[in-house]
């Protein structure tokens, strides 16, 4: 039987939503000041806080456990060709926007008709290779890599989830395997964490679980995750020297699987605690959840239009009340711009697949 889980409508875990936007801030956040203040002696110390880099992790770890808890732990069927159709209509339109519109703003001084017909039909700028996440073309939207990876591993998902079905242990098995052999190909590794929360998703949520050693352990594991999240932060502070860089090399080793790693025991402490749900269930932060997709996706161009066309009529005294000021701006123009993206990309988007879906066939149908 599906797991019913009380006050989530239709099974729906919001406060992982907010738990995403939160890191989609520290996305923002860190690039903001990552432009504008790299060379503040400040910054390798508000990264620790701010630590964009490894948010991505959480992203991956989140995107593997969501899009296997459906399959998982609500035993519903899957049919590998509509959960590809459905990801292609969820990520890829509101993405393709993005990237024309950093495109647009970045190549401002060529927008004559030849120029437009340099842009998209001599592709000059490489903009179809990028909005179509070929081969890490990213000159408009720079974080889009990430898209590239989670684009690519949505479609390695059903593949983890029929492993999961068929045995959970050789989801595990397999993740072990990849550490092993050092492949970790578009962070594989990171979407098979997800999955493996998934399939141990019961476990967490059970009484039981409270009489365990991890969960009596937690606050250590907890701790030694922030230290694991932070690494490549420390790393900066305290260089972790050459001879440990050699073996990470060796090994295959980078700090996101550090993260990684990390994330996995976040998102499993969110889990099992009511009172980080409460938290994160909160209307402001569970409206951010909700456009936070489109918030990742809007902050690059938030940045420029800052630098292009408001900083230079700015004259503020003083470097914090400046400080305060722009970030003030930057917030605002993020929120709004990725609520009308949300509203009018993300949504119909998202309708649309849903609707071709329910006219498809079925395919390549798995249950447990």
């Not at 970030?327 to 123009?333: F, R």
């Amino acid at each position: 039987m599906p797991l019913q889980l009380q006050n989530d409508k239709e099974n729906h875990l919001r406060f992982l939503d907010s738990a995403r936007g939160i890191a989609a801030l520290m996305v923002c956040i860190s690039h903001f000041i990552d432009k504008g203040y790299h060379d503040s002696p400040a910054e390798k110390y508000l990264f620790f806080l701010f630590n964009g880099n490894d948010a991505v992790s959480f992203f991956f770890v989140l995107s593997g456990f969501v899009l296997s808890y459906k399959y998982l732990v609500l035993n519903k069927p899957l049919d590998i060709k509509k959960f590809w159709v459905q990801r292609v209509f969820r990520i890829y339109p509101a993405y393709i926007l993005t990237v024309a519109i950093n495109m647009l703003l970045y190549r401002r001084s060529e927008l004559c008709g030849k120029g437009l017909v340099d842009i998209f039909v001599f592709d000059k700028g490489e903009f179809w290779q990028e909005a179509f996440l070929l081969r890490f073309h990213n000159n408009y939207y720079f974080p889009g890599w990430t898209l590239t990876m989670e684009m690519v591993c949505s479609f390695f998902m059903p593949f983890f989830i029929i492993l999961a079905i068929k045995d959970r242990r050789v989801v595990f098995y397999f993740f072990i395997a990849l550490l092993i052999t050092g492949i970790n190909l578009f962070n594989s590794t990171h979407f098979l964490l997800g999955t493996i929360i998934s399939c141990y998703f019961v476990e967490l949520k059970s009484p039981s679980f409270r009489t365990t050693k991890w969960y009596r352990h937690r606050y250590i594991l907890l701790l030694a995750s922030v230290v694991l999240f932070s690494i490549r932060r420390i790393d900066i502070v305290f260089p972790l020297g050459s001879g440990y860089k050699s073996l990470a090399e060796f090994l295959s080793i980078d700090f996101f699987l550090y993260s990684g790693l990390a994330s996995f025991v976040f998102i499993a402490a969110i889990l099992i605690s009511r009172n980080s749900q409460k938290f994160l269930e909160l209307k402001p932060l569970v409206f951010i959840g909700k456009i936070s997709y489109s918030i990742y996706l809007v902050h690059s161009f938030a940045i420029s239009l800052l630098y292009i066309y408001i900083l230079p009529l700015l004259h503020i005294p003083g470097k914090l009340l400046f400080l305060v000021t722009t970030l003030a701006i930057y917030a605002v123009i993020t929120i709004l711009s990725a609520t009308l993206m949300h509203r009018f990309a993300e949504l119909p988007f998202i309708a649309i697949g849903r609707r071709i879906t329910n006219k498809m066939k079925p395919s390549v149908v798995v249950s447990k």
